[in-house]
């Protein structure tokens, strides 16, 4: 019955050891509900707005997480 997220501080990984991040994150969404990346939302922590939208994300309310 719980919902899991990883949110991200990160950015995009245009470097030679991309692959590496990409496999690192595509392991990350098999066992989590949902993975935000501020580099794809266009924010980042601590900015109060990423975690609004994570929760926006997981139709969950503050109270609840």
Known sequence: GFKTCVLTDNWVDDSEGRLLTAQLLDLLRRHFDLVLESCRIGMQK?????YSHALEALRAEPHEV
């Open 46 to 50: 601590p900015d109060p707005r990423i």
